[in-house]
Structures are given as C-alpha cells and as structure tokens.
C-alpha cells in the first residue's frame, strides 16, 4: 500500500460515510476498551483475594496510570516519525505484553513492572489512533467520526466488566490471555487495513514539536482549561460513591450507578452524533465543550440544597451526558490546531489534561469530601457546591476560545514557522 502524505485540512462536505479504514479505527476502539475493562477494574479483587494490601495495589493503579497519560507526548512523538499504523501495533504488542505478565506473576515488584508496559502501550497506540483518524477524515465531519469512537469506546467499557467480572475469581489468567489476544490481533489487523500514514515526508524531531507546541498559546490554554473537565469527571468515583454510602444503600447499589453510568453514555452518543450530522456547519467546538462543561456542573446543584438518592442521580445522568458532548469536541479542536507535521505530539500533549486533571480530581476530590462531606450553613453538600462552580468556570473559559480557523490557526502557523527556522 502506497504512503500517504497528509497536507493541511482543506474545506470539505460533511461525509455521510466514511472509509473502511475509519470504520476499522471505530471497532478498534470497541475492542480495546473491551480487552482492557475485562481486567483492569477487576484487578483489585484478585489481587486482594491473594493477600496484597490496597496500597501496593493503589500504587499499581498509579503506575499505570502515570506511564501511560505521562509519557503520551512521547508516544505522541514518535507517532509523527512512524507510520501510525506501525506505532498502534507496537503499543499492542507492549500492552498484550503487560497482560501476560498478569497472568503468570502473583506478586513482587515485577507487576509494576506489569503496569509500567501496560501503560507505555497505551501512550504509543492512544496518540497514533487519534492522529489517524483526524488524517483519515475532513474537518467537517471531525467531530461526528470522534463522536463515533467514542460511541463504540462506551460499549466496550460498559461489556468489558460484566465478561471479566464473570471470570475473575476462578478464570484470572483467561481473562488475561483473551485480553492480551485483543490487543495483539487488533494491532496486527491495523497493519493491513489502515494506510500507511505518516505525518509529514521529514520527519519531525521530538524537540521541533516542543517548540511548536510550546509557541501555540491557544493550545496550551485549551490543555490547561479541560483539565477541569477530568477533574470533575473524576467524582463519578469518588465524591459520588461517598456520597452514596453515607445514604446506607443495598451493596449493589454503586454498581448499578456505573452500569446507568455507562448505558446513558451509550444511550446519549446517537442523538448527539444525528446534532452533529444537522448542525456542523453552526457549531463552535470551543462552545460545545463549553456546553458539555455547564451541563455537568449544573447537575451538582440539586445536591447543594438536598443529599438524597434522587439528587444523587443528578450528577450521574449530568457528568454522562457532559462527556458525550465535550469529548468528541476536544479531539476536533486538537486536530484543528495541531501542526500537521506534528500531530501525533499534540494528542500526546493533550493528554497531559487527563493525566493532570484526573490525578488532581482524584486526590483533591478525596480531600474535599473528608473536610466538605457534610452541611455547612444550610448547603447540603458543600464539596458539590466546589464542583459546580469549578466546572462552570471552565466552561466558561472553554467557551470563550477562538476558533482554529482565526487567531488559534494563525498562533499555530507562526509557531510552526518559528520552529522550523
């Protein structure tokens, strides 16, 4: 298959279909997210029944966490250097390397060693697959497409726990083994389907895109605002199980928030994906995550006057249908402002908002539920009360962005002249 070089977006009709290798990233997507909620959920309980403490396994999780939303500017990086596809199917291999050492180690410092490839996996595959597919589709139908993926990541996390949580308890390296197998056939799959996309005939060096980068001002606002949005999104597992518990509810009750969690995420993807066919042409990314942001701080007001099961359910049904609306929008307005050469570097560096935002949301989040967890004043939940407000202010910053094709694509071509000299 012929290399294919990607010039700057050019204005395009919005595609009512698209080609097979964009249909292939979608169902990458599925598989992914499927192979990695079979396990990675579930990882606590077997290794708990095995006598390890919550700590070592909470460092596994931040282990995890940290080398793959960490060094995604690297994996980013390299994805400008090497065809896409190669790169998806390095990160495969890496992460289906991970899951075998699951399988046959029990405990010991070499499960982080675990974590450490399952995360470096994902920061090579995660900024590939979204370079592709932004060079595989026209502006214009940017967003329906990330829509799209995201739509498809959302059932394979919503039946990815419910087949490992099946098989954990007796049939641990299976799951492993049927996990590590979806990665590795995916990435191989990639090869032959997807074209041979690079980003540019030269190149780019991982300094040149820091520098790029580091000119885009726009960018690095649009970064640095929607870690907000991870900060917050964050609470569905933390301040919204605490809150839930103080309620006394049925033991199953947190799983089946996470289960409406997951079916409203599916369930509101298709209307929002038929707005994004009707209205492309009127819509302002900036402000749709603007949108997405104002809904999810909006639902933590009922909690604000009243702490009860029916308000409780606000911010569930308010952070599923805020994510389905901004998500999408932030992948879109990443390609838009991305350097074409460097494209990979910036979803690599957009990433920095997840790995900033969620660990700051997660611990943050913790600390204000244990000194805010309880009335103040007449407010009911005053940590909620935080958590509006700081999503509004994010929202509101998020909206007030330019659009790529004004003052945020001239900042990013004069940083990419500036860079090249």
Known sequence: MSQMIFEPNQPAPIQTRFRFPVYFLFAESFFMNLGFFMLIPLLSIHYLSLGLTALFIGNLYAVRILSQQGLQLFGGAIADRLPYRLVILLGSIIRAAGFAMFAVIERGPLLYAAACLFGIGGALFGPAGNAALAALVPEPSRARAFTIRQATSNIGTTVGPVLGAFLVTDHFVLICVV???????????????????????????????????????????????????????????????????????????????????????????????????????????????????????????????????????????????????????????????????????????????MAIGASV?????????????????????????????????????????????????????????????
């Open 179 to 353: 996990a590590g197998l979806i990665f590795a056939l995916v990435g191989v799959a990639g090869m032959w389907i997807l074209p041979n996309q690079k980003s540019s005939e030269q190149p780019p060096t991982l300094r040149s895109g820091v520098k790029t980068i580091a000119k885009n001002r726009v960018f690095l606002r649009f970064v640095i605002y929607f870690m907000g949005y991870y900060l917050i999104y964050q609470q569905m597992y933390i301040a919204i199980p605490d809150i839930l518990v103080t309620l006394h509810p049925p033991r199953t009750a947190l799983g089946e928030l996470f289960s409406l969690e997951a079916i409203l995420e599916i369930a509101v993807s298709y209307p929002v994906i038929a707005w994004m066919n009707r209205s492309a042409h009127m819509r302002s990314a900036p402000r749709v995550m603007g949108l997405g942001l104002l809904i999810m701080g909006g639902s933590w007001l009922p909690l604000v006057f009243t702490v009860n099961i029916a308000t409780l359910l606000a911010p569930v049904v308010g952070l599923s249908v805020g994510s389905v609306i901004a998500l999408p929008s932030r992948q879109t307005y990443t390609a838009a402002l991305a350097d074409t050469s460097h494209l990979a570097t910036y979803f690599g560096v957009s990433s920095l908002s």
């Open 361 to 421: 949301g997660a611990s943050g989040g913790g600390l204000l539920m244990h000194t805010m967890g309880h009335p103040w004043h007449g407010i009911a939940s005053p940590a909620s009360l935080l958590f509006a407000l700081v999503s509004i202010l994010c929202a509101f910053l998020l909206a007030r962005l330019p659009e790529p094709d004004s003052t945020s694509s001239r900042e990013a071509d004069s940083a990419r002249e500036k860079a090249a000299q």
